[in-house]
């Protein structure tokens, strides 16, 4: 209701209220569940069953872990659906009139470009969490990062990234090829019993 910019742009907010705020997870069990996300058929929003599956489960109050984390995430999953159904179906009729509303397109172009930094600021904290298995956070005034200990690279996700970046830029692969080959690089380094994560 209050985000523009689809999935992306809001699960940079989930991420940081989930992991940082609420406690529910840690930032590698986040990175997962997105990476899950964003590799399963469906919209990449589903992720948030997943992040009210186990805050509930961790924190079931006088319910049982179990019941409290379907109960859960079969709530968010109505609150997360519904709204957009209801905009869409109730919306649609007045869509065409609104796009040739000159300052409300220039206040569009505007959140658009908004959208773009809380993207990349996911990105960010996607590579700070896959290549690195520590960080601190640091803070000066309003703003905050997220400062990766560089002791703690993994060596593996550096190489793996590396290996898609070469597939997908210079080989121009499709993704799929590329993410498939990457899975099977990566299950590689697992049974060989070199440190995944």
Known sequence: M???????AVLAYVAQQ??????WLSPGEMVRGLAL????????I??????????AYR?????????????????????????????????A???ERLRGNRSLSAALTGITAAVVGVIANLGVYF??????RESSAASWGS?????????????????????????????????LKTLGICAGLGLAAGLAGLPVS
Not at 2 to 8: H, R
Not at 163 to 173: G, I, P, S
């Open 46 to 55: 589903i992720v948030v069953q997943f992040l009210a599956f186990l805050g």
């Open 143 to 175: 703003f905050a990062l997220e400062v990766p200990d560089v002791g703690t690279l993994r060596w593996v996700a550096v190489v793996l990234t590396v290996v898609a970046a070469v597939l997908l830029f210079r080989l121009k692969l499709p993704v």
């Open 37 to 44: 996300a964003e590799s399963t058929p469906g919209p990449l």
């Open 59 to 91: 924190a079931p109050g006088d319910l049982d872990p179990w019941e409290a984390a379907v109960l859960a995430s079969l709530l968010v999953t109505w609150v997360t659906f519904v709204p957009s159904f209801l905009f869409v179906l109730l919306g």
């Open 18 to 23: 989930a992991v940082a705020v609420y406690g």
């Open 93 to 95: 009729p007045y869509m």
């Open 2 to 8: 209050v985000t523009f910019g689809g999935a992306y």
């Open 127 to 132: 590579a700070v969490h896959t290549l690195f």
